[in-house]
């Protein structure tokens, strides 16, 4: 049966070329839907609810596509907000055909060979042509030093991730946020570190038998970069679970968010808030959310 529209000035909705070529067979149905509609209505603001609704979806399966197409690079996100991404800057393969490592190594110098077998070296084991390709990319279109490839192999070996998706990702999104120097690349892998080791510590403390979600990994990353230890995140626990009965990962994120603004990094720092301001009454009854909108409130008309 043949397709094709009567009215070719009707209204449309332009889907990224990149979609169609190499994404429209892996992706879901909902997170097709989901994509279709943050294209058409990107002028507006819409939260997991709304969209949920409107296509007909749950609240939980409209974050998943939206960390799928972030994943993909369709989308980025910068500052709490959506952007399409209008290109990826890697080389497309009709610029890098994946060819066999010997045709490869014999365009390259001796430095680049020399990249290859350390890389199988700490690897542990011979790597395909695609991936010798990809490190091709990462050096000649990415301008990635040996030094900092090496670094990126062997952080990804490191948490079991040595996998050509996972180490395109990162090198993308690495010179997407400048990131072009050693110096640069052995800070964020030490910020990614103390991230994951958190998220270990903290799925223990919380009871979570599986990983966080993507969402929850970038509230824990949030509130690492904010310098609250990990006392103070688990003192947020203990009251959500005083106060709800329950543990709810959005209470703590919005305790936590209250008490950086308070400037509060450590349990010593938190103040008793029925006793802020003498010849007050206590706040008898309030959870902590409330009595600290009360105590800035407070702060606010001193």
Known sequence: MKYQFEDTRMQTVAVPARVVDGLIGIATAAQLKVLLFLLRYD?????????????????????????????????????????LVSAVKTVQPKELPR??????????????????????????????????SLLYNMSQNLHFSNEMILQLVAYCISIDKFTYRYLETVAVD?????????????????????????????????????????????????????GLTEELILEAYNRCMDNKGQMSFAYIGKILEEWNKMGWRKPSDIQDLTKQTTGRKPHEGLSDLEQLAIARMQGDKK
């Open 174 to 226: 690495w010179y997407d946020s400048g990131i072009n120097t050693f110096e640069l690349a052995e800070e964020k892998i030490r910020t990614l570190e103390n991230n994951r080791k958190l998220e270990l510590r903290l799925a223990r403390a919380f009871g979570i038998a599986t990983a966080f979600s993507a969402k929850q990994k970038e509230a824990i990353a949030q509130w690492n970069g904010w």
């Open 43 to 83: 002028k507006l603001a819409h939260d997991s609810a709304s969209i949920a609704s409107f296509c007909n979806l749950k609240e939980e399966e409209v974050d998943a596509a939206v960390d799928f197409w972030i994943k993909e690079r369709v989308f980025a996100k910068e500052q709490g907000k959506l952007r």
């Open 99 to 132: 060819v066999q490592p010997t045709i490869v190594l014999e365009e390259t110098d001796e430095d680049f060979r020399g990249l290859i077998g350390e890389v199988q070296r700490i690897s542990g084991k011979m790597i395909n042509s695609t991936m010798v």
